[in-house]
């Protein structure tokens, strides 16, 4: 039987998962996949995942490929694994691809947002999308320091200390401090990003819009290759994966 | 011991209660309230609500009143009673107002919104604020209906039957349809609301939207003062009181 690879676009609520990777304990967006792919597609299914996204944190586009030999329609996956999967995670497209097609193995742009909700008192609505500052944000020092972000840096200071990377060089295509009413939405598009970078990211422009550094730090931080030049890695909850987007001779 | 009159803005997210109104089974957000303020202020305590939004309606700045003899200030109790709520309810506010202000004894203008999420598939992350259709819908068309509804009106056909109620006629200031990336949001502002009126009109504009019914349809369905001749009551999950407005001598 012939082998297909199939890519799935997968959109989640992480608020009730221990993270996307499989762990012995708690329960996880991969292991749910497996789960019901398998059921679904009766042979035993183990997705690979494009970002192996924390504890808390929400994707509205992460991305996971597997292989079957199922003859169902590759399109047509996606409309019956949406009706086995709990309904914090949905599949918003599936699609075949070449059978040598790795998510992680091939050059890729990928946008988070961070979302920081600005009240005297925290909004129950928004309370599990969004981190909750009651503190005054400058949001022009916020655009000053974010600016110091983009291109190509090493990104050592924001990178969550014993991660295990080769390189912690990365690009940033763009960072933007957008405000959206009440809410305060940081978006950065880049090539990779490290371990917790974005959370971190995002912690220390919340202390430059406190007042607590200056946006010029920025420059200094980045020389320092030191996670503790940095600023407080902000909460997972605030953390949304928008969209990966994929370049090269596969795509 | 005086008494003193205290009115709460109070913000919830609906999804887990019975909807405001105290009920032999199941928890309710007055219920909590009642409960909590109790506690803190050491006397019995009952609130009265300004509305009473069904299960599963959320609010940013619902109204409540109290009285109490306790001396702490007005203005700390917001702070106070946010310790003790459970997060998926917060006080935005919380003043002294004079000892007979009644928050349905008064003019008033209440904004709601009702959101409507739009895509091939349901949204995890949207999925406990707005009501998720698949189906085109023709924006345009649903302003044109939209236009009918504001003034003054008899909206009988908008209101739940069996409602018991004075008068059906009310008046709204304005309807308006607003897209929001893949949101599409119908924000109506009125001097007051029938049972269930916010969720009729929006299952109607939505059956307008799909092309099911044209927008002059609406001056019909008005003057049929027949619960039977509108659409569909849309989900409660999809609504949300924004806020409100009093007039008059006491405010």
Redesign the interface.
């Known amino acids: 039987m012939e082998k297909k690879r199939i890519r799935i676009i997968v959109?989640?609520?992480g608020t009730n998962y221990h993270g996307w990777q499989l762990q012995e304990n708690g329960i996880t967006i991969e292991a749910e996949l497996n789960r019901c792919l398998t059921e679904l597609l009766g042979e035993e299914i183990r997705v690979i995942g494009a970002s192996r996204t924390d504890a808390g944190v929400?994707a509205?586009g992460n991305i996971a490929v597997f292989d079957t030999v199922n003859r169902m329609p590759a399109g047509k996956i996606?409309y019956a694994l949406?009706q086995r999967l709990p309904?914090?995670?949905?599949?918003?497209k599936s699609e075949e691809v070449p059978s040598d097609w790795h998510p992680r193995h091939c050059a890729s742009r990928k946008t988070y947002e961070y979302r920081i909700y600005r009240?005297?008192?925290?909004?129950?609505?928004k309370?599990?999308?969004s981190y909750f500052v009651y503190t005054p944000l400058d949001v022009g020092r916020m655009r000053e320091a974010a600016a110091y972000l983009e291109g190509e840096h090493d990104f050592r200071s924001f990178c969550q200390t014993g991660a295990q990377v080769e390189s912690t060089v990365r690009m940033l295509y763009s960072v933007w401090v957008e405000e959206q009413d009440s809410d305060l939405v940081i978006r950065v598009c880049g090539n990779g990003f490290l371990y917790n970078m974005v959370r971190i990211l995002a912690g220390t422009l919340v202390e430059v819009g406190q007042g607590k550094r200056e946006p010029e730090s920025m420059a200094e931080i980045l020389a320092a290759l030191d996670r503790g030049a940095a600023g407080p890695t902000a909460p997972a909850h605030g953390l949304?994966l928008i969209k990966y987007e994929f370049f090269g001779k596969n795509d």
């Not at 009240?119 to 609505?125: A, L, Y």
């Open positions: 959109a989640y609520d929400h509205l996606s949406n309904e914090d995670i949905r599949i918003q009240g005297i008192f925290p909004m129950p609505v309370r599990l999308y949304t």
